[in-house]
């Protein structure tokens, strides 16, 4: 991949859950990723995946993904759409010192579609999502997915303005967060312009 070809950025949103706060995270992200310059220089774009809109019921291939051979339409249409991205920020809570089983569900769905990738993340949580970020970067390293050193850390006591914890309240990072999310995409943009070169046959 040249340096003048787009790069293909994904937002996923790794929550399925109703009332989640993950959906206003990745608002703020894609706003953010918008205003980047290798955005509006055309060198880079960003869309949004949101896993709920793609019903994965828990894993049902009869087949382990390293194999690529697809039987349900459903894991059809998620491979093609995880196929067309070259980077992933994934955004993601943390439930129990982990990440959603939704999000772990969908990453066990493929193999090659992940593969010579990078991701960058941003966590939330009581403590800023860190510890499902760590387990992500786990399984992510499995999948052959580098992720990016630098990562966001939203606290629900200090990013977020929750008046009933049972509502999503609202989302109010403080302004560093927005310094933090712009290191994280300069190095994912960087990583995944490197590691087309491994996509891309000799």
Known sequence: MSWTEEIRLAVIVGSTRPGR?????????????????AVE?????????DLADFGLPLLDEPLPARFGEYRHAHTQAWAETIAAYDGFVFVTPEYNHSMPAALKNALDYL?????????????????GGARAVEHLRLTLA???????????????????AIVDPREPGE?????HQREALTEMLDGLIHWSRALASLRTPA
Do not use: I
């Open 21 to 37: 706060r993950g959906a206003a995270v990745a608002r703020w992200v894609m706003e953010t990723a918008r205003t980047h310059p």
């Open 41 to 49: 220089a055309g060198r880079a774009r960003v869309d949004l995946v």
């Open 111 to 127: 193999y090659a579609e992940w593969a010579d990738k990078a991701a960058g993340f941003v966590g939330y949580g009581n403590q």
């Open 142 to 160: 499995e999948l052959k997915v580098a992720g990016v050193a630098d990562q966001v850390a939203l606290s629900v006591y200090d990013d977020f």
């Open 171 to 175: 989302f109010t990072p403080r302004p």
